[in-house]
């Protein structure tokens, strides 16, 4: 059983490194593009420069949800341990209520793991579309550069 603990506890641990690092690289891209165009006036030629600001942005907050979310599953489980105990006040030692409470607490485990799941996916995602819109704006940077528009 403390092996499947162990596994579990990495499992939790590399999650949480990943939404980190996520974060971190959004936060990092965010800062380059502003280094990148602190001398520049406002152009319609920016638009996919905000459109990945934008899209890093949604995913550095997706990424803080998704830590809230782990969060509030780790305090449900731990209620849920101290029901089946039966050392929970609401349920005490009666068997009619700790078994209402282990299923109120698993269904509200199993809806944090799908609202995590698609948080962390979306995460993701928003990092890859802030991304190519950032090669986007560069590319389209480069071609106004180049033809003097």
């Known amino acids: 059983m403390s092996e499947q603990l ?3 506890k990495n499992y939790r641990q590399s999650q949480e ?3 980190y690092y996520l974060i ?3 936060v990092t891209s965010i800062g380059f593009s502003i280094h990148k165009t602190v001398d520049s006036s406002l152009s319609w030629s920016q638009i996919p420069l905000a459109l990945s600001i934008i899209s890093w942005s949604l995913s550095i907050y997706l990424g803080i ?27 005490g030692v009666h068997p009619e209520k700790i078994q209402m409470g282990i299923d109120t607490a698993t269904k ?6 799908k609202i995590a799941e698609k948080r962390n996916i979306w995460q993701y995602r928003l990092l890859i579309i802030g991304f190519l819109c950032f090669i ?7 071609y106004i550069r180049t033809n003097g528009l």
């Open 24 to 26: 971190a690289l959004c």
């Open 6 to 8: 162990e596994v579990q």
């Open 108 to 113: 509200q485990l199993n809806k944090n793991s």
């Open 65 to 91: 949800k998704f830590i809230h979310v782990q969060l509030s599953s780790l305090f449900t489980n731990n209620q849920l341990l101290d029901i089946e105990k039966g050392v929970f006040p609401l349920t």
């Open 17 to 19: 490194k990943y939404t």
């Open 136 to 142: 986007t704006w560069h590319i389209l940077a480069m």
